[in-house]
C-alpha cells in the first residue's frame, strides 16, 4: 500500500467509526451494569421477602393482602435468581468494557497519526504503515461488535459524533 492509495477523508472515516464505537460499547456496558444491578436488588428484596413470609406463615396469621404479596415477592425472588445466570449481564458487560476500552486505545492512536500528519501537511509512507496496523485491529474489533446492535443508539451516538466532530473539522490544510 503506498500513500497514495490511502487519503486524509478514509483516516478521518475510520476515525470517526471508531469514535462511534467507543461511545456505543461505553454506553452499551454502563447499560448492562445498571440493569444488572437493578435484577440483583430485586432478588435481594425479593429473597427477603421470602424469608418473611416463612416466618408468617409458621408463626402468627396476618392479613390475607399482606401473606398475597410476601408469597408472590417469594416467587418474583425465586424466578430473578433462577434467571440471573442465564441472562449473563455481568459477563456482557465485561465484554463491552473490554471492547470499549481497545476503541479508546484505537482512538488514542489514530488522533497520534492523525496529529503527525496535520503537522506535515501531508500523508507519507510511514503513515500508511501505522494505518495499516491500526485498520487490521480495527478489523479484528469490529469481528467482536454485536450482531445486532442497538439502531437507535447508534443513531443518537452518531449525532453526537457530528456535533462533537463534525467532517469539516478534519479539513487537512492544504
Not at 497514495?4 to 454502563?30: F, P
Not at 447499560?31 to 444488572?36: A, I, T
Request: with cysteine.
Amino acid at each position: 500500500m503506498d500513500s497514495k492509495m490511502i487519503s486524509w477523508e478514509q483516516i478521518c472515516d475510520l476515525y470517526r467509526t471508531v469514535c462511534l464505537n467507543l461511545r456505543y460499547y461505553g454506553c452499551r456496558a454502563h447499560s448492562l451494569r445498571r440493569w444488572n444491578k437493578t435484577v440483583q436488588v430485586i432478588a435481594a428484596v425479593s429473597s427477603s421477602a421470602t424469608v418473611i413470609t416463612v416466618i408468617k406463615e409458621s408463626g402468627a396469621s396476618g392479613g390475607l393482602l399482606i401473606r398475597v404479596a410476601l408469597i408472590a415477592l417469594a416467587m418474583v425472588a425465586a424466578v430473578a435468581t433462577a434467571v440471573m445466570p442465564f441472562l449473563g449481564l455481568s459477563e456482557k458487560a465485561k465484554d463491552y468494557e473490554k471492547l470499549h476500552f481497545i476503541y479508546s486505545e484505537l482512538c488514542a492512536q489514530l488522533e497520534v497519526l492523525m496529529n503527525a500528519i496535520k503537522r506535515r501537511g501531508s500523508v507519507h509512507d510511514e503513515d500508511v504503515a501505522a494505518l495499516d496496523v491500526i485498520q487490521q485491529l480495527y478489523g479484528h474489533l469490529s469481528s467482536q461488535d454485536e450482531v445486532k446492535p442497538q439502531r437507535d443508539l447508534i443513531d443518537k451516538l452518531t449525532k453526537a459524533i457530528n456535533k462533537a466532530v463534525p467532517p469539516e473539522s478534519l479539513r487537512l490544510a492544504q
